[in-house]
């Protein structure tokens, strides 16, 4: 990508924490998915010895890590919504964000 | 006890009411009251079609089956929610820009609108959503029966495979009337949306329902409810690994390939905003939906036969506790979810059939051209609403064939590894502009192979369509290509194997075939626009409508539209341009955008084909563009090639003037010559003659007078003699008759010897000035001759120099091989003009005694020549300068 001189390489901290807002919206589905295969890890019931994790533990971690994540992914919506971070529609956002 | 009719009655008004509701919301939206219709809330209820009967009955089945394996199937599609800035926001994006109608219509377009490539997608689609359609009609089947006998053991007397006809037949005439209303997919349907909305609300109401039923109703409270689970046949965590991760992939990788997804996310969105409060709030649906899941299974597993169907705990858990009430909502909330995922599923379906397989054999069965009259909109109205029926009596032939057996998410994997082979090329059309069309074709042929083979032809069960013997020893014995167990991998369960196998592969193939081959013009334009399509949501190609009649496209357009909505557009477009008629200049412009509109109607590879028919030759495609490019970028070269030559030949004319103007000059000379040279003759002849006859005549001639005539006579014949002497010497030399003798000699003692000669009888007496000849040089060359040419150059100084005090330097110089002997004398130069001709025979400058004949300067030119070198008059400030330069 060849870079714009017309665009800052250094943002007021303002639309710094709203960049680093979006790149946290970027980040959370990888997040996501690292935690929700993290259970491929767990010991299962014919594993000698190993005590097996319980159904209800296993519903609280998966219904928990939905619960964060819908949560993270609400305020981050609702923090850039207010900061006029969020693409606008269609019309608006003709050009590509800088980055 | 709810009997099977009062439910029928209770689903007659069911539908009756969802009628009513899209009714309404139609209305609302044609009033331009409609805005709350599209409100982010619609938006995501509309996304829980993702929800179906599967979801409702089947996941509390696969829950007592398999435990936790069951919430996979929604993990998947909340992280491809949840990470909508990756994926979705471009898909939404490239949807709203290109008006794309189906999964279909996006890789044709992506692909340079190829209409091969839709027909493949669409029976691809066709084929994989008919497991899942005959999955609707088994669970509302199966639902029905409960109701004759709620202990779930048996089929309660009903015949499944009838009341399955009966469903199919309800179903599909829900979807006719609803869906097929209107024409522009793109238009959304505004009711089938809302209905799909308060359809989501119901059946997230009737499970969370059953859910705190049977925790608190029937368990007594969330820590009762934990320790029945823990300590219930599902109490441990019991996960195969490899198929937790496969499924949350496939069920992330379906979300996006479904075409009902498809439909409800891209082409049914109205604002991208929707997507972003849709990416947290459609997660909290499927939570929602999954919560009460397992304590459902638990409950059912403890309160019920072993021997009741697990996949219909959800009806028979409230029945068992005599909640008749509950029972019916939670039998509405499955009836919802079939029934709102068959509508949309098939909707979505019949749009790509009839777009991508009906419209073009139709159109080209028409073969006079879109131009002719005739509503095309009954037709594809006609097409669809065949392709409903259509679809659906697979989905029930499928249901006949399969028995109407096996867990209900068996089935539903078999669906989704099916379109899941929509994943690569279309992943890969919108963020890698290196994918091409032959790369999607190989892609998507070779991983439908795999499934088709791996599983779904498995999935009738051994002996219905493949025999057990080929389930267990491979096709012809090879073990390698046994269906379960490709290339001798082994002990993996069969749903993980199906997956990675066909993703693998037909990832492999896309990649391959797109690195191999090479895209046509429209495949790499519209790669670069949807892959860039952040940074240029641009058009696509330009019409050049010149010729395009504009009523042809009002015609069309009115087929297609409909009257009144392709006039408006027209109206519409011609106030744009600043007309006051009905018809706009078919601008490329307009025409891009009535594309657009019928692509919406008809998708993008139709639409396309029509407009080109009507403006024809004057279409420019971009082949053409490229045509026309080489083609200029040809005459620019000829042209220069041109420019190159004309420059060349007026040099060539320029030089051909310069040799013309010589050559009318020597025509010139010639003439003079001939006339000087007769004149030269003449003169001494007439005194001969005339002397001579004095001397023969006159008899008393006194004796001088006859010495003296005779010695006229006799200068005369001398003159005559040294002129003809002249002229034969000329004309040998120019000849190159010529033979020298080269003889060595010292150059002093030439250039001595003329003078010598030349100042013997001299009249006028010139100072010659011998200073400056080097007299060491030493020449091998004719000396005669050379002391010809010094004898000439000398005597003419002595005639011509007339200065008071004539002086003539002769000196040497010496350059590199050659020796210059040069002749300096102070008299008058000769005129530029005359000295281009001084050389010539016969040229005479200011001659006035008329003794010379003019052919001293050239001889002295040939004889020079002959010696190898060459002799130059150069023009000094005063007097004449003659260089010889000889070879040393």
Redesign the interface.
């Known amino acids: 990508m060849s870079i714009d001189l017309n665009q800052p390489v250094f943002l007021e901290r303002r639309s710094y924490r709203q960049r680093r807002m979006m790149d946290a919206v970027r980040l959370l589905p990888v997040i996501g998915l690292l935690l929700w295969l993290l259970p491929t890890l767990w010991s299962v019931s014919d594993d000698g010895g190993v005590e097996p994790v319980k159904m209800s533990q296993a519903i609280i971690y998966v219904f928990g890590v939905w619960v964060c994540l819908i949560l993270s992914g609400g305020l981050l919506w609702r923090y850039l919504v207010a900061g006029g971070e969020m693409p606008a529609p269609l019309d608006a956002d003709a050009t590509s964000e800088p980055e | 006890m709810a009997s099977v009719n009062l439910l029928i009655a209770v689903c007659l008004i069911y539908v009756a009411f969802l009628f009513a509701v899209a009714f309404a919301a139609e209305r609302a939206a044609s009033r331009g009251r409609g805005n709350w219709l599209r409100s982010p809330l619609v938006y995501t209820l509309s996304l829980s079609i993702y929800c179906t009967a599967w979801t409702f009955y089947g996941a509390v089945g696969y829950a007592a089956r398999s435990?936790?394996e069951f919430?996979t199937i929604y993990?998947g599609p909340?992280?491809?929610m949840?990470?909508w800035?990756?994926m979705l926001?471009k898909l939404v994006?490239i949807g709203?820009?290109q008006r794309v109608t189906s999964v279909a219509d996006l890789i044709s377009s992506r692909y340079g609108k190829s209409n091969v490539l839709a027909i493949i997608v669409t029976v691809m689609a066709v084929v994989g959503v008919t497991p899942y359609i005959a999955l609707q009609l088994q669970s509302v089947t199966l639902s029905l029966s409960i109701f004759a006998d709620p202990t779930g053991v048996t089929d309660g007397g009903m015949n499944l495979l009838s009341a399955g006809f009966w469903v199919a037949l309800g179903l599909a005439l829900f979807t006719v009337l609803f869906g097929t209303r209107n024409l522009n997919a793109n238009e959304r349907h505004d009711g089938v949306v809302i209905a799909i909305a308060v359809e989501a609300v119901v059946k997230l109401v009737a499970l969370l329902a059953v859910g705190i039923f049977v925790v608190w109703g029937v368990a007594g409270g969330l820590g009762e409810m934990?320790?029945r689970?823990?300590s219930?046949e599902?109490?441990?965590?019991?996960?195969d690994?490899s198929r937790?991760?496969a499924l949350?992939v496939l069920s992330g990788a379906a979300f996006l390939c479904l075409p009902r997804m498809f439909q409800v996310l891209v082409v049914e969105n109205d604002?991208?905003?929707h997507l972003?409060?849709a990416?947290?709030?459609f997660?909290?649906y499927l939570?929602l939906m999954s919560?009460f899941v397992?304590p459902i299974a638990v409950i059912g597993l403890d309160l019920l036969p072993a021997n009741a169907n697990p996949d219909l705990f959800v009806l028979t858990v409230p029945l068992s506790q005599g909640q008749d009430g509950l029972a019916i909502l939670s039998f509405l909330g499955g009836f919802s979810s079939a029934t709102s995922m068959v509508i949309v599923a098939t909707l979505a379906l019949s749009t790509m059939v009839s777009n991508h397989v009906v419209m073009p054999i139709w159109l080209s069965f028409q073969g006079q051209g879109a131009a002719v009259s005739g509503d095309v909109r009954n037709v594809v109205l006609f097409s669809r609403r065949m392709s409903i029926l259509v679809i659906i009596a697979l989905g029930y032939l499928y249901y006949r064939v399969s028995g109407g057996s096996g867990a209900l998410a068996a089935i539903g994997l078999i669906s989704f590894t099916g379109v899941a082979q929509f994943l690569p090329a279309m992943m890969g059309g919108i963020f890698w502009r290196g994918a091409t069309r032959v790369g999607a074709l190989s892609g998507l042929l070779v991983g439908f192979a795999i499934w088709i083979y791996a599983s779904l032809l498995p999935s009738f069960g051994a002996d219905v369509v493949m025999s057990q013997a080929l389930l267990d020893q491979g096709p012809f014995d090879i073990d390698f290509l046994r269906p379960q167990s490709l290339f001798g991998i082994e002990g993996v369960d069969p749903t993980v194997h199906a997956v990675f196998w066909s993703l693998f592969l037909n990832t492999s193939a896309f990649v391959l075939g797109s690195l191999i081959s090479f895209p046509n013009p429209l495949e790499r334009l519209q790669g670069a626009q949807f892959v860039n399509i952040?940074?240029?949501?641009g058009h696509a190609r330009g019409w050049s409508g010149s010729v395009a009649e504009s009523e042809d496209l009002m015609v069309m357009a009115q087929r297609i539209l409909g009257g009144s909505e392709a006039q408006k557009l027209f109206r519409r477009e011609a106030q744009k341009q600043g007309q006051d008629g009905h018809l706009p200049e078919p601008t490329p412009d307009f025409l891009q955008r009535l594309e657009r509109e019928m692509s919406a109607s008809v998708g993008a590879a139709t639409a396309h084909a029509m407009i080109s028919q009507l403006v024809g030759g004057t279409s420019v495609s971009v082949q053409d563009l490229m045509a026309v490019a080489h083609e200029s970028a040809q005459m620019l070269e000829y042209s220069s090639q041109l420019e190159a030559k004309s420059s060349e030949l007026s040099t060539t004319a320029l030089q051909l003037r310069d040799v013309n103007a010589k050559l009318t000059q020597l025509s010139v000379q010639k003439d003079a010559f001939l006339s000087q040279i007769s004149h030269e003759l003449r003169t001494p002849m007439t005194s001969i003659r005339s002397f001579s006859e004095i001397l023969r005549d006159s008899d008393g001639l006194e004796a001088v007078d006859k010495t003296k005539y005779a010695s006229i006579i006799h200068v005369e014949a001398i003159r005559l003699t040294r002129l003809l002497d002249d002229l034969l010497d000329l004309s040998v030399l120019e000849n190159g008759q010529v033979s020298l003798n080269p003889a060595t000699g010292a150059l002093l003692s030439v250039i001595d010897h003329a003078v010598t000669t030349t100042q013997a009888g001299a009249i006028r007496a010139i100072t010659i000035d011998k200073s400056g000849i080097d007299g060491a040089l030493v020449l091998t060359t004719d000396l005669d001759r050379l002391s010809q040419v010094f004898i000439n150059l000398i005597s003419n100084a002595q005639k011509y120099c007339k200065s008071e005090n004539p002086t003539l330097v002769i000196e040497t110089v010496v350059k590199h091989d050659e020796v210059v002997v040069l002749f300096t004398d102070n008299g008058i130069s000769i005129p530029a003009d005359k000295r281009a001709l001084i050389f010539e025979k016969f040229s005479r400058i200011n001659d006035q005694d008329g003794s010379g004949a003019g052919l001293g300067l050239a001889i002295c030119r040939e004889i020079v020549a002959r010696l190898g070198g060459k002799i130059e008059h150069l023009p000094i400030l005063k007097g004449n300068q003659f260089a010889v330069h000889l070879p040393l």
Do not use: C, K, N, Y
């Open positions: 435990g936790m919430v993990l909340s992280l491809v949840i990470g800035w990756w926001r994006r709203r820009t934990m320790v689970i823990d219930s599902i109490g441990q965590w019991e996960v690994s937790w991760t949350t604002d991208e905003r972003h409060i990416s947290w709030a997660p909290i939570m919560l397992v952040f940074a240029h949501s």
